[in-house]
């Protein structure tokens, strides 16, 4: 089982950048995506960015144009550049490693905390 731990979160103002990086135990490109969920406090997880092996991004609209994410097969780990940071970016982000085989299946890493001051 893949063990993910996310980085780079933190205390950052309104307009500001933060790049998450997610390292994985082991090779992420056997998984079919890696993906960046969040989750704000009395909100549901919802998805920011995923990344399929086979080089498709998905984004989900409230950050097309502000985050970017990207991967590093030789070191096991998945990126998320996020700037033009807002309040309502706040959040819990959430790594996670998506595989089909044998049958659908999510990892996930413990999360790391992204607070954007207004």
């Known amino acids: 089982q893949v063990q993910l731990v996310e980085s780079g979160g933190g205390l950052v103002q309104a307009g500001g950048s933060l790049r998450l990086s997610c390292a994985a135990s082991?090779?992420?490109?056997?998984?079919?995506?890696m993906g960046w969920y969040r989750q704000a406090p009395g909100k549901q997880r919802e998805l920011v960015a995923s990344?399929?092996?086979?080089?498709?991004?998905n984004y989900a609209d409230s950050v097309k144009g502000r985050v970017t994410i990207s991967r590093d097969n030789a070191k096991n780990t998945v990126y998320l550049q996020m700037n033009s940071l807002k309040a309502e970016d706040t959040a819990v982000y959430y790594c996670?490693?998506?595989?089909?085989?044998?049958?659908?299946?999510?990892?996930w890493g413990q999360g790391t905390q992204v607070t954007v001051s207004s």
């Open positions: 996670n490693a998506h595989t089909i085989w044998p049958g659908p299946r999510d990892y």
């Open positions: 082991e090779s992420i490109f056997s998984y079919n995506a």
């Open positions: 990344l399929s092996n086979g080089g498709i991004r």
